[in-house]
């Protein structure tokens, strides 16, 4: 695979770990990030080594943390289309908007990238049995590419999740648990057996290698616009693992120096008003956020009272000049068919939260006309519409 991963190191204190070894968060609790010796990296590739390679996230295998081409977990996941706006970019005068079509992954949504690398590393490890709470999407990611490596999957989900998504995690061979509450109940009953039985967690941002697929997300994007990125990139964000990876990415992009541009596309955290614990830090000026009391919106996967990598979210936006912003379920709801009917895209609803979200901030001088606008796609409607 010619990873040229080094270690991993703590996104808060510093602290470095083994990359050798089976890791979850740092001694202080924060999430733990894969570091790589870029500077070998730039002196054996360029960025246009890549047009040749296979149309899978693999692609930057160099960059991603598995060694051995035989712990590769893979269903074909990443490079998906970036699709140009046929009419609702220009219903609002932006007339440079996209949409990268995370749909399209072997799972039905961005999932698939994330629990791809984080269970070909676990393998790599010697890991046997994972574990996660889900929302939804993330559970059956992890119980098809857990069934693809030989490993039994356990899958704890809040009890009004849309059925499909158990059935889904069912079909695979996933242990699932239905459990009352949300899903920060969800990961307790989880943490209580996972203590008991030896189960790896593969929980959003409790280990390291989750992030590391999402982030093929922004390095693909670059990829697609000839290596330049694009002005403002629209984030659903529940866990948040997407948009920490993009940050990542670019930062990463940026040493190596395979972007034409140095400006940081500016990060937008997209929420739903009635589960919005990073917009209410964001606003307020906080470096973390505190636990959503009661948190509803019917897309499920915004749903997430408190994320683990709040303060990682909250950088990002503030780093890359972004924003986070909350929309109601009545107006996710228009966009979800908005998006549907003018652009022939059923798209999750949390996708359509970020559609939602472009509307008010162009009205709101957030987003310029004419700059050059990505919303992030983050999965299929078909699970949530049956």
């Not at 360029?46 to 060694?67: M, Q, T, Y």
């Not at 857990?146 to 989900?157: I, L, N, Q, Y």
Request: net charge neutral; proline share 5%; glycine share 10%.
């Amino acid at each position: 695979m010619n990873s040229y991963m080094t270690d991993l190191q703590c996104s808060r204190c510093g602290l470095r770990y083994s990359a050798e070894a089976i890791q979850n968060l740092c001694s202080c609790g924060a999430p733990l990030f894969a570091r790589y010796d870029l500077a070998e990296v730039s002196g054996i590739l360029s960025c246009e080594d890549f047009s040749h390679r296979a149309h899978d996230l693999w692609r930057f295998r160099e960059l991603l943390p598995v060694r051995l081409p035989e712990n590769m977990t893979t269903l074909g996941e990443g490079f998906t289309p970036l699709l140009s706006s046929r009419s609702l970019g220009r219903s609002i005068g932006v007339e440079s908007l996209y949409f990268k079509d995370e749909s399209l992954n072997p799972t039905g949504s961005f999932k698939s990238r994330g629990l791809s690398v984080a269970v070909s590393k676990a393998k790599e490890l010697g890991v046997r049995e994972v574990s996660l709470p889900t929302a939804g999407n993330a559970g059956g990611a992890a119980a098809a590419y857990a069934a693809r490596a030989g490993m039994k999957c356990h899958v704890f989900m809040p009890d009004d999740t849309p059925p499909l998504f158990a059935k889904e995690c069912e079909f695979y061979g996933a242990d699932v648990r239905m459990v009352k509450g949300f899903i920060t109940t969800a990961g307790n009953l989880m943490m209580t057996e996972l203590k008991e039985k030896g189960w790896f967690n593969v929980s959003t941002l409790k280990e390291p290698y989750r992030v590391e697929g999402k982030k093929t997300i922004l390095y693909e994007l670059a990829q697609q616009f000839s290596w330049q990125l694009p002005d403002v990139i629209l984030f659903p964000t529940g866990g948040g693992t997407g948009i920490v990876g993009a940050w990542k990415a670019y930062l990463e992009l940026k040493e190596l120096g395979w972007i034409s541009r140095s400006v940081m596309p500016r990060l937008i955290a997209v929420q739903a008003s009635g589960c919005a614990p990073i917009v209410e830090a964001y606003e307020k000026g906080l470096d973390a956020a505190a636990e959503c009391e009661n948190p509803y919106t019917f897309a499920s996967g915004l749903r997430v009272p408190k994320a683990v990598g709040d303060f990682l979210i909250l950088r990002a936006v503030r780093e890359s000049g972004g924003t986070a912003i909350a929309v109601p379920d009545d107006l996710i709801r228009l966009a979800w068919l908005e998006m549907s009917r003018e652009e022939g895209l059923f798209v999750a609803p949390e996708a359509a939260a970020a559609w939602a979200a472009l509307k008010q901030l162009v009205h709101a001088g957030h987003v310029e006309r004419g700059e050059k606008v990505v919303i992030l796609i983050t999965g299929s409607g078909i699970k949530y519409a049956i």
